[in-house]
Nanobody, 124 residues
Framework: QVQLVESGGGLVQPGGSLRLSCAASGITSDDYNIGWFRQAPGKEREGVSCITRRDEETKYSDSVKGRFTISRDNAKNTNYLQMSSLQHEDTAVYSC?????????????????WGQGTQVTVSS
């Protein structure tokens, strides 16, 4: 069974940090490009970051560039989203996704496999 499971979400104060993890099972992680997405209440899903399967080329949305870092450990079949300098506007459900396509994109509709998401709340 193909599955992506996110963890690491929670409540953090503005300016704080969190690291999200996305563990893959049923697939070989290095056969897929990985993306992270978020959706806040009442808003559309937003692409946050993505990383390619082998050369680990990364891409970030303007809203998180310089604050978030995506990485992957193919040996562990796990990828990560390190989030720093968190702001109220970063509050959302964060989901990871995988795609077999080769383009490094944060367009949600191009991703094939999705996790269930983890809640990140930035509040004082």
């Amino acid at each position: 069974q193909v599955q992506l499971v996110e963890s690491g979400g929670g409540l953090v104060q503005p300016g704080g940090s969190l690291r999200l993890s996305c563990a893959a099972s049923g697939i070989t992680s290095d056969d897929y490009n990985i993306g992270w997405f978020r959706q806040a209440p009442g808003k559309e899903r937003e692409g946050v970051s993505c990383i390619t399967r082998r050369d680990e080329e990364t891409k970030y949305s303007d809203s998180v560039k310089g604050r978030f870092t995506i990485s992957r450990d193919n040996a562990k079949n796990t990828n990560y989203l390190q989030m720093s300098s968190l702001q109220h506007e970063d509050t959302a459900v964060y989901s990871c996704a995988a795609r077999t396509g080769v383009d490094n994109t944060i367009t949600a509709g191009l991703y094939d496999i999705w996790g269930q998401g983890t809640q990140v709340t930035v509040s004082s």
